[in-house]
């Protein structure tokens, strides 16, 4: 089986079908093809492999490519760093890994915290201490000084490259245990963890018919937030996720979380692995019921996406065992190989394999999840993106067309000219026609010019209205919750006192979406109405030049950030009325509770609340720069038809005024242009049958 064998197939179509519009577009004007081909070679699938803490990622990752115990994954250190497995990527290396450290300023930014950060704390709360939330990154940065001594300095910002991989190298730098250095002094277990920011390992795997790069990532819901954040922040580099649950505790509200994180159109490319099926008392009676249990609450939690999302079976430890080949391997296998294993085979695939390996390889689940994989980057992710490049290439060839036919009107024209009294007037309508084209680049241009303060403010109003549903938001839930305090104090309840964010946190992505939406459909009007104004400028010189111009497609669509609040409930106990009458008995102090709540409650919620601002703010400005891209295309046109107007113009003026008095010349010259328009025909004719090829149902076929 090879993962993405379709999307291969497709994108060896486009490539040769860019290829032959590149060779057929001439050096004058290949560029943009150039860059798309550019592209399409560099291609990759991106998945991630998240699930919370200690849900077998490493060991599930291990079991996919084959290599059994590479990624670490003992009971004891865990992952605290993201891991990507490059697998098959062009220009890597052939093997080896690279482990890439924060450099200053992120490794500030986490231990010091942003200063926008604490502008917003003191707007909010004068007097905020915001050491409460970075108290766990500063232990993270002196564990990292006493471990590696003087040579912490000099390490931050660089990078260890090495040409072969052990899992011990790996622990590292990659890998932490559950809390302190105490006896690791003489150990290399976790040496660079905490200055690790990222590594890669470069894997050549023929069944991967892709690129594809496979992140390993530390997990949620864990104890230490700086690795939960770290697994936050690399989701939103995927395209692809496989959730791994446990078959004990499957659908967790911490899983939910995850699945929230993700905006509509990346819900239809998740993967629900539940891992540790072998760890169930009855496997062939216990798995289906689990199954539909869990598709069944996943209905219930995410109505809109539940339906897309493919839940799937599967055992780390059983692919694990297939692979082993030592004396206790054969025993667990003799152990786990029983009637039990068979009959939920035969249920669940319809079949049992001859031999003991190849039933525990089908039990895992791993061979499903890989077929599953290669239909999400064949039909899902993969294909859309295809599609968008298709778009763009097709946008770029009716631009071609359009200035090819613009060319050969105007060959035609020179050689008319050719004949003696013509060429004066010849002349004077080149330079008549360099006059309007420069006068058409003016409109389009100061029509984008006009685009740009427009989109501004779009974008300006926009962050403000996110920033204030944000800030009202919090500032309603936190009343909620003083009013809470004071009831509760009032009926002498001293139980500690726990909010749950994950209610404000669902609330709150409702209304950032919808204020998203807003913002969107503006900016896409004012995109439109300057698409429209441009494409009618260019196209009374160059007819057709916007029928492959759209703005179909754009990044970002809908807005939701991986950034996410804390999944576990913020505590504080309540504190007790301070005064002298110790004989009252205690009291509770409700206004003393809720300013620690406040607090605490505020050191999760102000940088979140900042960094999802910057991540709308930043979808959109990307959203409205593509759109200009594709409206620039338009330019591009009538610069490279300027070009190719002064450039003749420069060459042809002197000859044009000699060949009036010698025939030969003029003959000669007759021919050469006579070629060129030849040479314009078969041009138009291969860009026909190109734009034929990319507007086909399946471009495999077309190709």
Not at 25 to 45: K, N
Request: charged letters at 30%; glycine letters at 6%; one cysteine or more.
């Amino acid at each position: 089986m090879e993962i993405g064998a379709l999307q291969r197939t497709r994108i060896a179509a486009l490539r040769r079908i860019v290829a032959d519009i590149e060779e057929a577009a001439g050096r004058e004007a290949r560029a943009p093809f150039e860059r798309l081909r550019l592209r399409l070679d560099g291609w990759t699938a991106r998945v991630a492999v998240i699930g919370q803490v200690k849900a077998g990622k490493s060991s599930f990752l291990n079991a996919f490519i084959g290599a059994r115990g590479l990624l670490p994954s003992d009971v004891n250190p865990w992952t605290s760093a993201v891991t990507n497995l490059r697998i098959n990527l062009p220009g890597d290396p052939a093997g080896g890994a690279c482990f890439r450290f924060f450099d200053e300023a992120a490794w500030e930014e986490i231990v010091e915290g942003d200063p926008r950060v604490r502008a917003l704390a003191e707007e909010m709360l004068p007097g905020f201490d915001s050491g409460l939330l970075l108290r766990q990154a500063q232990e993270m940065k002196a564990r990292a000084q006493a471990r590696l001594g003087p040579a912490y300095g000099g390490l931050l910002g660089r990078a260890h490259r090495y040409d072969s991989v052990t899992p011990e190298l790996l622990e590292a730098y990659v890998c932490a245990g559950p809390g302190a250095d105490a006896g690791l002094e003489d150990s290399g277990l976790g040496l660079y963890s905490a200055i690790t920011r990222e590594a890669d390992l470069y894997l050549h795997l023929p069944e991967f018919a892709v690129p594809v790069v496979l992140t390993d990532t530390p997990g949620v819901n864990d104890p230490f937030l700086v690795r939960d954040e770290v697994t936050c922040r690399s989701l939103d580099r995927a395209d692809i996720f496989v959730i791994l649950l446990s078959a004990h505790q499957p659908l967790t509200e911490a899983d939910l979380a995850l699945l929230r994180m993700l905006p509509a159109e990346r819900a239809r490319n998740v993967i629900l692995v539940l891992n540790r099926i072998d760890e169930l008392d009855e496997m062939d009676a216990e798995i289906e019921p689990l199954l539909s249990d869990v598709a069944a609450r996943l209905r219930a939690a995410l109505p809109a996406a539940a339906a897309a999302i493919s839940i799937l079976p599967g055992s780390a430890w059983l692919a694990e065992l297939a692979l082993r080949e030592d004396a206790e391997a054969r025993a667990l296998r003799a152990e786990a190989d029983g009637p039990a294993l068979r009959r939920y085979l035969l249920a669940r695939y319809g079949r049992v394999p001859e031999t003991e390996a190849g039933r525990l390889r089908l039990a895992s689940g791993v061979e499903e999840v890989k077929r599953t994989l290669g239909r999400l980057i064949d039909l899902g992710a993969g294909h859309r993106q295809l599609a968008a490049l298709q778009e763009e290439v097709r946008a770029e060839t009716g631009a071609l067309v359009a200035l090819c036919k613009r060319e050969r009107r105007s060959v035609a024209q020179q050689v008319e000219s050719l004949s003696g009294p013509a060429a004066a007037r010849f002349l004077t309508e080149i330079r008549g026609e360099m006059v309007r084209l420069s006068e058409l680049r003016r409109g389009i241009e100061e029509r984008l010019a006009r685009l740009t303060p427009t989109t501004d403010r779009i974008l300006a109003r926009g962050a403000a209205t996110l920033r204030q549903t944000v800030e009202t938001a919090i500032r309603a839930f936190l009343e909620e919750r003083r009013c809470e305090l004071a009831a509760r104090a009032a009926a002498g309840d001293w139980r500690p006192v726990s909010v749950d964010l994950v209610r404000l946190g669902r609330l709150l992505d409702r209304d950032l979406s919808e204020d998203y939406r807003r913002t969107r459909s503006a900016a896409d009007e004012a995109l439109a109405e300057a698409l429209a104004e441009a494409a009618g400028l260019a196209s009374e010189r160059f007819p057709g030049v916007a029928a492959g111009v759209s703005l179909h497609g754009l990044p970002h669509e809908e807005f939701a950030t991986t950034l996410t609040l804390a999944r576990r409930p913020l505590t504080v106990d309540m504190i007790a009325r301070r005064g002298w009458a110790f004989w009252r008995g205690p009291e509770a102090d409700p206004a003393r509770t809720f300013e620690a709540l406040r607090r605490i409650t505020l050191a999760e919620l102000l940088p979140w609340s900042q960094k999802i601002l910057a991540a709308a703010a930043e979808a959109q400005a990307l959203r409205i720069e593509t759109g200009k891209e594709r409206i620039g295309i338009l330019l591009a046109t009538v610069d490279r038809a300027m070009a190719e107007r002064a450039e003749r113009l420069r060459s042809d003026a002197a000859v044009l005024a000699q060949l009036a008095a010698d025939p030969v010349r003029a003959a000669q010259m007759s021919n050469r242009l006579q070629s060129r328009m030849e040479v314009l025909e078969r041009r138009l004719q291969v860009l026909a049958i190109c734009d034929s090829r990319l507007a086909h149902p399946s471009l495999a076929d077309a190709a």
